[in-house]
């Protein structure tokens, strides 16, 4: 099939720095690699001439001024689009910073799906469409959507199939920086973070016999007293010549977790948890 030139980029006569009168067609719709020696030209032809120029046609399209934003040493350019760059430099080293929150391609993302998503209806699971309606919106009274869409719903509207009330959704419930949206166990980060147990006990060995690899004689006797005195306020014993693999769920949490940890908590719902060290409030191996 003949090529268009809607097909390719040709840039003809290009002579930017170590560019020398370079005429070169790059196809469009794939992905290419500009390859070379050190100081062949590589960067300025990517980054110099079709980033530059594309960003400069781009602004002056929409009728912009690119005072500042010089036409490259080239005699055409045809075929270029809009451009953007993605560089290798970290702008940010925060773990909750992606490329969506570093432009707005988050937010308008977050809007989106606020304003016209769709979500089944936790009574009836039917199809429920959005209760905003983007012909009564007026989006010219503020000074953008982003805030006021942000802002937590007290609403709710019923289901159009079988009347449940639902909540109204916004953008918070698609932001994994906001307690709406994030997920409870990696708190929005998508990672969790786990204590490996077999480097900090032994479970083979019991509390007494050093099962606990960082307690010496002193955190055995100091802490084993206070593990013992914990139990008590359960109802519970614990025995500390016993290999911790014997214990039983609830002593063993208390070990690795503590008194107020969900994980052991879970065994005695109805127990208040003791308020202080010396009342036996133990934090536990894998928490402290």
């Keep these: 099939m003949e090529k268009t030139m809607t097909d390719q980029i040709i840039v003809r006569g290009a002579r930017l720095h170590n560019l020398k009168n370079i005429t070169v067609s790059i196809p469009k719709y794939k992905l290419v690699v500009l390859t070379g020696l050190s100081g062949s030209g590589k960067s300025t032809l990517g980054f110099d001439i079709l980033h530059m120029e594309g960003q400069r046609q781009y602004l002056e399209s929409l009728g912009l ?23 290798q430099h970290l702008t940010n080293n925060s773990p909750r910073s ?12 977050r809007i989106l799906f606020a304003r016209v998503g769709h979500r089944p209806c936790p009574n009836c699971g039917q199809d429920v469409p959005p209760a905003f309606d983007p012909a009564n919106a007026d989006w010219e009274e503020t000074d953008g959507p982003a805030e006021s869409a942000d802002a937590i719903p007290q609403e709710t509207f019923p289901c159009p199939h079988c009347g449940t009330p639902i909540p109204e959704i916004n953008m918070a419930h698609f932001s994994f920086n906001k307690p709406e949206g994030a997920c409870p166990s990696c708190t929005g980060l998508g990672v969790v973070q786990e204590v490996n147990i077999p480097l900090l006990i032994d479970e083979t060995k019991s509390i007494r016999a050093g099962a606990v690899l960082s307690w010496d004689d002193f955190y055995i006797n100091h802490y084993g007293g206070t593990m013992r005195a914990a139990a ?45 060290v010396k009342d036996a409030r133990v934090e536990g191996i894998a928490t402290s």
């Design 232 to 276: 008590a306020h359960y109802g519970i014993s614990l025995d500390l010549d016993q290999p911790v693999q014997d214990y039983p769920p609830a002593q063993r949490d208390l070990l690795l977790y503590g008194v107020e940890n969900p994980r052991f908590r879970r065994h005695f719902p109805t127990i208040e948890p003791p308020a202080r």
């Design 65 to 87: 001024a690119t005072f500042g934003v010089a036409k490259p040493a080239v005699d055409s350019i045809v075929g270029l689009s809009p451009t953007i760059s993605l560089d």
């Design 98 to 109: 992606t490329v969506g929150t570093s432009t707005e391609v988050y937010t308008y993302l």
